[in-house]
């Protein structure tokens, strides 16, 4: 069976996922408040590379940028921002359509499932201080079939 990361177009298919999605965040005035602080200049290639990772895609995001404790560092001590949380995923759906996955495909209800997941679970688990990540976390996977046992960030 073809991996996710294939059915998405490899690196570069989620390359324009995460450039429609960033696009679609720095419109929104509540997610982009997540960015007011600045971003990497590079944050679509590496959310791409990430996402990669992910979905079954090669490892570049953890030899190249970090591990799953780095990232999750990052999104972490924010207090809980569930209707920032739930933006995102809606800006997310509007990506997946910016991007031509159309409604019916069963690859966009796999990312869609991802993208809510790791943004309600991983991104957001340790709201009270980054300090409360754990060294060592790794990548989450996710298959067609949901989160892949056993794979990163606890399983959640």
Known sequence: MQSVYDAAGGYEGLLRLARAWHARVMADEVVSHAFSHGFHPEHSERLGAYWAEALGGPTTFTTEYGDETSVVRIHSGN??????DQRAITCFDHALEDVGIAADDPLRHVLRDYFAWATTTTMSRYDRSADDVPNGLTI???SWHGLVPGSGADGG
């Open 79 to 84: 207090g809980p921002h569930e209707e920032m």
């Open 140 to 142: 989450p996977h996710w």
